[in-house]
């Protein structure tokens, strides 16, 4: 039962192409450089940042995803830097899919007051995904045994990306767009349409995402953050659930982080538009030293999948060089974003 549903889910639909296609994260406040490139350079460092997400754990075939990203100024000794760069690169596999993938990434920042401390920031990325289906592996239900989408097998194929993304941030918000990848490929390049059916492809991912700090006191700070998520293909009229994600925060003593996030998604392919609970999760982050952070979080789902797993697992690791201090606008233990 547990590998039919995955076939159906993943499947069935068209290999994804009505669902989200790029891998998600809970802890997407501290992993911004992999769905926006104009974040480059916003902890004025060199950083290195490292994701793990498990999804849906015990259920076969569940997403794994991982991800490394590095990035800085382009002048880590200058107070401020107009230039920033970075690199990415990721593995994510669900069921018998897997693709992986490296962007290069440009941002261009231009200070917004005489003290660097609001900066608007514009970023470029370029790269290319490694898709692989092992559709041949799957034992189909009679019917579909014949069925060429679901028994040929993908191997390798290149699929070179370009995206684009625009930041705001200061020391107490921050404000963000992005649209990873623009070039909707084909997975197979060798699918063509027939009966009105579209092939499976990438489709264009939009993210909207935003946070402020407010300060409690010396000792404690709240912080909340979202993050909306949205596919659509006008040409196609393909489009998946508008999914948002609700952070609250609160910092405490400028070391740690204890949070709570809601996802909910929205049908947009109905008439009905009321938001759909998704996930609840919880999220603890600390800073170790003034370069060393690491944090966890955990997601219990609140749709029918809830019976078919025990729930998804994030770890995050993260190293600024000791630039980072030195760049601080105001001296602090923990960079609020």
Same mark, same amino acid.
């Given at each position: 039962m547990k590998k039919l549903l995955i076939i159906c889910l993943l499947v069935l639909p068209g290999i994804t192409s009505l669902a989200q296609q790029d891998p998600q994260f809970t802890m997407y406040m501290f992993n911004q450089q992999m769905i926006n490139p104009a974040y480059v350079g916003a902890r004025n460092a060199l950083s290195i940042n490292g994701l793990y997400r498990n999804q849906w754990v015990s259920m076969p075939g569940a997403p794994e995803t991982f991800n490394i990203g590095v990035h800085t100024p382009g002048d880590v000794n200058a107070d401020f830097s107009r230039a920033a760069f970075g690199a990415v690169i990721f593995n994510d596999r669900i069921?018998?899919?897997?693709?992986?993938? /490296?962007?290069?990434?440009?941002?261009?920042?231009?200070?917004?007051?005489?003290?660097?401390?609001?900066?608007?920031?514009?970023?470029l990325q370029a790269g290319f995904v490694n898709f692989t289906a092992n559709l041949s592996e799957l034992n189909p239900r009679d019917g &579909?045994?014949?069925?060429?989408?679901?028994?040929?097998?993908?191997?390798?194929?290149?699929?070179?990306? &370009?995206? &684009?993304? /625009?930041?705001?941030?200061?020391?107490?918000?921050? /404000?963000?767009?992005?649209?990873p990848h623009l070039i909707q490929n084909k997975y197979d390049r060798e699918a063509v349409t027939t009966n009105n059916q579209e092939v499976a492809r990438q489709l264009r991912h939009y993210f909207l995402m935003g946070g402020y700090v407010f300060d409690l006191g010396t000792n404690f700070k709240l912080r909340p953050q979202m993050i909306a998520k949205y596919v659509f293909n006008s040409g196609k009229n393909i489009r998946s659930p508008l999914s948002m994600d609700y952070n609250l925060s609160l910092i405490v003593m400028d070391r740690f982080n204890i949070g709570a996030s809601f996802r909910t998604n929205t049908n947009a392919l109905s008439s009905d538009l009321t938001s759909r609970s998704d996930a609840v999760s919880i999220i603890l982050e600390t800073q170790v030293t003034k370069n060393l952070r690491m944090g966890y979080a955990y997601d219990y789902n609140l749709s029918e999948l809830s019976a078919y797993n025990d729930g998804t697992h994030e770890i995050m690791i993260g190293y600024d060089f000791s630039q980072a201090i030195k760049a601080f606008a105001t001296p602090r233990f923990i960079r609020y974003f």
């Open positions: 069921s018998v899919f897997n693709q992986t993938g /490296a962007y290069f990434q440009y941002a261009y920042r231009i200070p917004m007051d005489d003290q660097n401390r609001t900066i608007m920031s514009f970023g &579909f045994t014949s069925d060429l989408s679901i028994s040929q097998d993908i191997r390798n194929a290149f699929l070179p990306q &370009f995206g &684009f993304g /625009a930041y705001l941030m200061s020391d107490k918000y921050y /404000a963000g767009f992005s649209i």
